[in-house]
Antibody, heavy 122, light 108 residues
Framework: QVQLVQSGSELKKPGASVKVSCKASGYTFTSYAMNWVRQAPGQGLEWMGWINTNTGNPTYAQGFTGRFVFSLDTSVSTAYLQISSLKAEDTAVYYC???????????????WGQGTMVTVSS | EIVLTQSPGTLSLSPGERATLSCRASQSVSSSYLAWYQQKPGQAPRLLIYGASSRATGIPDRFSGSGSGTDFTLTISRLEPEDFAVYYCQQYGSSRITFGQGTRLEIK
């Protein structure tokens, strides 16, 4: 079945980096854009941006430039989110989520990963 | 940036009742690019409605969406026990996708 499986929880110290993976299965990975969404503890959903899985071109939302990098490994149908220079305020659940229809971006999200909890604490 | 304001913040109803959730946008949402999601504790969001009124695959027909422009509504015709959750609206008609702050639907 169509699914996205994310890597496990991470505990990192301030200033460190983390790389979250999102492995797709059950569909053609390069046919649908992939988004990243952040949810801080007890808070709502925040869109971080998206990546065209065919071209690898990323688009970052305001507030997610500089320390955040979206990347792909199409050979294993996997998208990645890397966050550098981690801060306490980066503590959140990070979701990958697939566009409904295409690789054009700016769509609803029909398939979601289970989420990866990233905790930043000294 | 399009700001989405959901109301009420919390809705207390009983199973079998009708639920009406509102989402108001700070400016018109292009082509009714408005979606609704359900999120239960410890779970990822689930797409219910996209394009303001189209049900996603596998979503029961007790869920319906309506509206256009700046005012949108999610209606659950007869609440089932599994429907008590947090609901988010999302607009994807602009270059910055935004979500509402959520409506918590709780059992009365």
């Amino acid at each position: 079945q169509v699914q996205l499986v994310q890597s496990g929880s991470e505990l990192k110290k301030p200033g460190a980096s983390v790389k979250v993976s999102c492995k797709a299965s059950g569909y053609t990975f390069t046919s649908y854009a992939m988004n990243w969404v952040r949810q801080a503890p007890g808070q709502g959903l925040e869109w971080m941006g998206w990546i065209n899985t065919n071209t690898g071109n990323p688009t970052y939302a305001q507030g997610f430039t500089g320390r955040f990098v979206f990347s792909l490994d199409t050979s294993v149908s996997t998208a990645y989110l890397q966050i550098s220079s981690l801060k306490a305020e980066d503590t959140a659940v990070y979701y990958c989520a697939r566009d409904v229809a295409s690789n054009s971006g700016y769509d609803a999200f029909d398939i979601w990963g289970q989420g990866t909890m990233v905790t930043v604490s000294s | 940036e399009i700001v989405l304001t959901q109301s009420p913040g919390t809705l207390s109803l009983s199973p079998g009742e009708r639920a009406t959730l509102s989402c108001r946008a700070s400016q018109s949402v292009s082509s009714s690019y408005l979606a609704w999601y359900q999120q239960k504790p410890g779970q990822a969001p689930r797409l219910l409605i996209y394009g303001a009124s189209s049900r996603a695959t596998g979503i029961p027909d007790r869920f319906s969406g309506s509206g256009s422009g700046t005012d949108f509504t999610l209606t659950i015709s007869r609440l089932e026990p599994e429907d008590f959750a947090v609901y988010y609206c999302q607009q994807y008609g602009s270059s910055r996708i935004t979500f509402g702050q959520g409506t918590r639907l709780e059992i009365k």
